[in-house]
């Protein structure tokens, strides 16, 4: 699951109108989180706190295989709705399979005027933790510098940095500090990167093919009789049998002067359009949500998402294909080929949501939860009685032809969230089990 500090990144950023799914770096973020899904080694306890909304502190400890910890500080200049541990969206925590939003355009802050003076300012996040007992410091800055430019500043200060003796003797910086712009305008997403342990220059972008999305996307309501649902901005006719969706294409070139080395790659990505009509029935004004009989709908099309990366420099490719199979199982698989080399690798992975039922309504905060996309439905629609249920936790799993196992329970256990996992070497006798670990991270609000 997602630490509190991401959580609340997440969530400034969704405060403030950015779009991270935009960028080339994230391109196959819905691959990965059913294949490298991160499995907790050891115990790992957190505790937060959000006194306000602006404010938030967060404290973890690392019990076993070694005793450490950190303390960590957030601030932002905009007031995010931070939910606590047993509040929270489940889905909003952790990295999960999902058609992601079409590009949208952003848009900035509003102006605000007092006595015919401009008094609005630039939105930005400060964020540091400090490792005990190592010492080492991390930092972020972000800060919106227009409607479609962000600037981030991180930071590394590691004073015991475990770096062996030839790179101590070369004089390598056991600190560091780079900096990123971000320039997202829908179509086209671009970040530029310096680092300066390594003098490294980075050029990263993406273009989406196709129209943008419009601010805000109205969806057909069922009861409606009005005639066909108009088409949504990014929607294309059909070309027959096969899957209708959207192209996204990118590449990034990085340089290192220290290191006098260069490389490059790029990759593309096709995801299905989400299913434009909503995933359940609303009723008519006239009608009781007692008497709802009706049920949901198939999507039209399974929600799948393509990509494929390549490395012409170190001969590496990968493409990977994942799809949402029915409401509560995604499956994966990726291939990964070196030329140079002929080793390859196949992965494959699942993602399966477990649910509770109920006899009980579902409130708009978690109605998404049921759609087999994540775009927004509209507040005045309600779940029929007959089909609600409540999530309670989901199972991943992985294998991949290394003889590599993993298998990891997220759930949410009274009011903390909770995360059990192992990894297996299937071809050891000796040491069959490589790691196991508990997480265990509560937070609070107000």
């Not at 009781?288 to 799948?304: F, K, N, V, Y």
């Not at 759930?411 to 059990?420: A, D, E, F, N, Q």
Request: proline fraction near 7%; include cysteine; charge should be positive.
């Amino acid at each position: 699951m997602y630490p509190f500090a991401s959580y609340v990144l997440r969530s400034y950023y969704k405060a403030t109108g950015w779009n991270e799914d935009n960028l080339y770096a994230n391109l196959t973020r819905s691959s990965n989180a059913i294949l490298d899904f991160n499995v907790p080694r050891g115990l790992h306890l957190s505790i937060s706190k959000s006194p306000n909304a602006l404010f938030s502190t967060s404290y973890s400890m690392n019990a076993m295989p070694s005793l450490n910890g950190s303390v960590g500080y957030i601030f932002t200049s905009c007031e995010l709705n931070i939910k606590s541990s047993g509040d929270v969206r489940f889905k909003d925590m952790m990295e999960r399979f999902k058609v992601h939003h079409q590009p949208r355009r952003p848009e900035g802050k509003g102006e605000e005027w007092l006595a015919g003076e401009r008094v609005d300012t630039r939105d930005y996040l400060l964020y540091g933790r400090l490792y005990l007992p190592t010492g080492r410091l991390d930092a972020l800055y972000s800060t919106r510098l227009s409607p479609t430019v962000q600037a981030l500043v991180a930071a590394i200060s590691d004073p015991r940095s475990s770096l062996t003796g030839e790179r101590r003797a070369r004089g390598d910086n056991v600190s560091n500090i780079m900096f990123s712009l971000q320039h997202d305008v829908g179509k086209w997403c671009s970040e530029y990167t310096w680092s300066a342990e390594d003098g490294m220059w980075g050029v990263r972008v993406l273009h989406n093919f196709g129209r943008l999305g419009s601010p805000v996307e109205p969806l057909e309501d069922p009861g409606s009789s009005t005639g066909p649902r108009p088409k949504r901005v990014d929607e294309e006719d059909a070309t027959g049998g096969g899957l209708k969706g959207r192209v996204s294409a990118g590449a990034e070139f990085y340089i290192s002067a220290k290191e006098k080395s260069a490389g490059v790659s790029t990759g593309i990505r096709f995801t299905t359009l989400p299913d434009a009509s909503p995933s359940f029935q609303t009723p008519s004004p006239s009608s009781s949500a007692l008497s709802l009989t009706s049920t949901r709908a198939p999507p039209s099309q399974p929600p799948t998402t393509i990509t494929a990366l390549f490395n012409p420099m170190m001969g590496h490719i990968s493409a990977a294909y994942a799809a949402k199979v029915s409401r509560d199982l995604s499956l994966c698989s990726r291939f990964d080929f070196n030329f140079y080399s002929y080793d390859s690798e196949w992965t494959m992975g699942a993602e399966w949501w477990m649910r509770r039922s109920v006899s009980q309504p579902v409130s708009p905060d978690n109605a998404s939860d049921f759609s087999h996309s994540d775009q927004p439905q509209p507040q005045q629609h309600l779940e029929p009685l007959t089909s609600a249920s409540n999530i309670r936790g989901v199972v991943k799993a992985r294998i991949s032809t290394n003889n590599s196992v993993s298998l990891l329970w997220e759930g949410r256990v009274k009011r903390m969230l909770v995360s059990l996992g192992v990894v297996s070497d299937l071809s050891s006798r000796s040491k069959p089990i490589k790691a196991i670990g508990l997480e265990l991270s509560y937070f609070s609000t107000g």
